[in-house]
């Protein structure tokens, strides 16, 4: 198995009576793997995180999945988090469940987009209140043309 730099940054929400005893808990454990930094702002009540190392994967998987169970336990919204190892960029999702899967959707959508714009495609969208009912101003209607 191949070795690559990895680097892992950006910050979430938190609880505002977060302890400094659960960001040193992570920190220990992390502190194995990588270089941690760790920095909690009480009155913004976020966690600013950076870890980066030389390591395996694998590895990094573990950091992963301990600063989801981290942002799981003490979140207070969902976070995007940049992930990035051996070059490869990609975004890791935390925080409470149900924001995790409302950020995978937005994030399933803009790829979507994304594939309507590389073609080039004019489109007719329908914009409608979320009942469905518009109130009798008509049908608002949107024409989008995608071209570079």
Not at 56 to 76: H, M, P, Q, S, V
Not at 96 to 117: G, I, T, Y
């Amino acid at each position: 198995m191949e070795k690559g730099t990895y680097v892992l940054s950006g910050s979430l929400p938190v609880h505002d009576d977060l302890e400094t005893e659960q960001i040193d808990r992570i920190k220990r454990h992390l502190k194995g793997f990588a270089t941690v930094y760790f920095a909690h702002d009480q009155t913004a009540h976020t966690v600013s995180l950076h870890v980066s190392g030389t390591m395996l994967r694998d590895d990094a998987r573990i950091i992963e999945r301990r600063i989801e169970k981290f942002a799981e336990e003490n979140g207070t919204a969902g976070a995007i988090l940049l992930s990035e190892w051996n070059g490869l960029s990609d975004w890791l999702m935390v925080g409470l469940n149900w924001h995790v899967q409302c950020l995978l959707k937005l994030d399933a959508v803009q790829e979507q987009f994304a594939r309507l714009v590389e073609r080039e495609l004019d489109f007719v969208v329908r914009l409608e209140p979320h009942s469905g009912n518009n109130d009798g101003r008509g049908q608002p209607l949107l024409c989008v043309s995608m071209t570079r």
